[in-house]
């Protein structure tokens, strides 16, 4: 590197700790001194390695900038204020109810990658990300800046184990080891060979740097982009609050802004230490290093899948339907992935495997990196399909809220769910998995009752691009009771059977609608009508219908769940008919389960067909 470029990469990272310092300044709150540690590093990036062009974003030929660290969000936005897209003005607006500028980015403010915040998700996205690259045979280099308080994460070792074993040679790391965590020191602190250590036991390669060097960090970051067959990670040394010298290295000054007196102190000494770097004025005409010029990627939906030929009374399993319907899913649509955690033969995506090898990619038992994995897939433009046993996705749950919350498109598919499992006990059973993925922001829940519904509502997730979604599979077969024709609109209801003198009005799913219907058949022998309604889209709900046919139903509604009664159908409805004269009775699992056949374990938590006739004839 010349003498020039060398001086001008030191005033860019000037500018950008000035500005690091000052945005949370003009906010009242933030975190600098993470921001202070890293400005070489991100200087370097921006303004002498990664090829990208800054008016074009989502050219699909960029290099990809991932800030793992979250917090050190003022240094994202001090980065693209140089490159000239957000105004002076728009700066002071940092943390403000109105401004894109928030506290840990998202995707509100157009230049991010990826939301990021909850650590140790930015290198599972990165990796994500990389595979997409050699899925579509480009050449982009995927970039994650690390923090080392988060490199105690596990989900940072799923992701650094997984891209060993993938070789992901287009994917670097850059590990800011400047010692301090929010509280005390890091781990390792600078023993930075434990860091270099453990990488390279994962089957990375690995660089030593100076952090504050940009000659230093120009050359392992060029080194790193030649090495093939593994990723590559910097771990480079730096100072907490590097260039104010009354917080350098200096704990407690972690998330606090400088303020009144402390803030002019901050930039006189700023200034005081790179006098050189701050009075530069030979503005060299620079420009980045672009790549291939290309339109952005469309954000199409699915090709209509073809009509299914499942016969009624034919008995399938709901997971084994979704692995069928995926299969021909990734047939009309080449952007689908399949991720699974090892259970492929248990969710039946290994039918999608067996005729889309290359679009299948396992993940192992790493559920946390492989939602994270998938948040990076479909940033770049892919529909990923992500499954695992409802229980399990329990594990992932930061992930999954860090994916609504950077409102990704991610498919999410629990099997095994419920009691229904049967002898493989509770550890299994994933009873918790409706109510969490209820909570997420434009989320919906689908929960089919056969092969028809689930083949039908795969495409319905396909094509939904406003959040995630979430579709409940189980184990045991349930006959078909839906014609291959029969559509299943996100937000609606199947009203399966109906009188005019329905006493109540039982409202079920997946295989509670099995029982419902045998308790339909059961009371009819006794001239006792009830309305059962297939409530396969829980999220969103038919307010409108239920009400309607729980009014008309002797205002009395049953719910029937093979879920935990908190935060399930039952609640839903419970809140939907809250201020109406419907009266609502829950039947759910409301204690721990234990092992057994399911027709005993529906019997015991009162789920089961002669339970629905009990609630009906109280």
Not at 510 to 518: F, H, I, M, N, R
């Amino acid at each position: 590197m010349n003498y020039e470029k060398q001086k001008f990469l030191e005033h860019k990272a000037y500018n950008l700790r000035k500005n690091s310092i000052l945005l949370p300044s003009y906010a009242g709150s933030g975190h600098p001194t993470t921001c202070l540690s890293a400005a070489d590093i991100v200087a370097t990036l921006f303004f002498d390695i990664m090829r990208y062009d800054p008016d074009n974003f989502e050219n699909p030929n960029n290099d990809r900038f991932i800030l793992s660290k979250g917090h050190a969000s003022a240094l994202l936005y001090a980065v693209w204020h140089e490159l000239g897209k957000i105004t002076d003005a728009q700066m002071k607006t940092y943390r403000d109810i109105n401004s894109s500028l928030e506290g840990h980015p998202t995707l509100r403010f157009k230049y991010t990658e990826a939301a990021t915040g909850a650590l140790g998700i930015g290198l599972s996205i990165g990796l994500g990300e990389a595979l997409n690259a050699k899925l579509d045979a480009r050449d982009y280099y995927t970039y994650v800046l690390l923090g080392d308080g988060e490199l105690a994460e596990g989900a940072i070792w799923e992701a650094a184990e997984l891209a060993a074993y993938y070789k992901v040679d287009n994917l670097i790391a850059i590990a800011d080891i400047n010692r301090l965590g929010q509280t005390g020191a890091t781990m390792y602190g600078y023993h930075v060979q434990k860091y270099v250590d453990k990488f390279e036991a994962f089957g990375w390669q690995t660089f030593l740097a100076d952090g504050h060097n940009v000659v230093d960090m120009a050359q392992v970051l060029t080194q790193a982009k030649e090495v093939t067959g593994k990723p590559s990670i910097i771990i480079a040394k730096t100072i907490k609050g590097r260039g104010v010298d009354f917080a350098q290295d200096e704990n407690g000054y972690h998330g606090k802004p400088f303020l009144q007196d402390e803030l002019q102190r901050a930039l006189h000494e700023l200034e005081h230490n790179y006098q050189v770097a701050a009075t530069y004025t030979n503005d060299i005409a620079w420009q980045p290093h672009m790549p291939k010029q290309e339109k952005p990627l469309e954000q199409k939906k699915a090709a209509k899948m073809p009509t299914p030929s499942y016969r009624i009374e034919e008995k399938i399993p709901t997971r084994k339907a979704y692995g069928q319907a995926l299969a021909v899913l990734g047939t009309v649509n080449q952007n689908v992935v399949s991720l699974d955690g090892d259970v492929k033969n248990s969710t039946y995506a290994e039918l999608f495997e067996a005729v889309h090898p290359k679009r299948f990619i396992e993940c192992f038992i790493a559920e946390q990196n492989m939602v994270g994995m998938g948040i990076g897939f479909a940033r770049r433009g892919k529909l990923p399909f992500i499954s695992t046993f409802g229980a399990f996705m329990t594990r992932a749950h930061d992930q999954i809220r860090m994916a609504a919350i950077g409102q990704s498109t991610i498919k999410l598919i629990g099997s095994h769910a419920g009691i229904s499992i049967g002898q493989d006990g509770p550890s299994q059973m994933g009873l918790e998995d409706i109510a969490m993925m209820r909570a997420l922001p434009d989320s919906i829940v689908l929960y089919p009752s056969d092969a028809v519904s689930t083949y039908k509502l795969l495409e319905q997730m396909a094509n939904y691009n406003d959040g995630i979604s979430y579709m409940r599979t189980t184990r045991m077969a349930t006959p078909v009771h839906y014609r291959n024709d029969e559509e299943f609109p996100i937000g609606g209801c199947k009203i399966v059977r109906v009188s005019q003198k329905d006493q109540a009005c039982v409202i079920a799913a997946g295989v509670t609608l099995v029982e419902a219907l045998k308790a339909y058949e059961i009371l009819q022998q006794q001239n006792i009508n009830i309305c059962v309604i297939d409530l396969y889209s829980i999220k969103p709900l038919d307010t409108e219908t239920v009400f309607r046919l729980g009014q008309a139903s002797n205002n009395y509604i049953i719910t029937v769940e093979d879920h935990y009664i908190q935060g399930g159908i039952g609640e839903a409805i419970a809140a939907a008919m809250c201020n109406t004269s419907i009266e609502v009775t829950s039947l759910a699992v409301s204690e721990l389960p234990r092992s057994g056949k399911p027709e005993d374990l529906l019997s015991w938590a009162g789920i089961d067909a002669q339970s629905i006739v009990k609630a009906v004839m109280y």
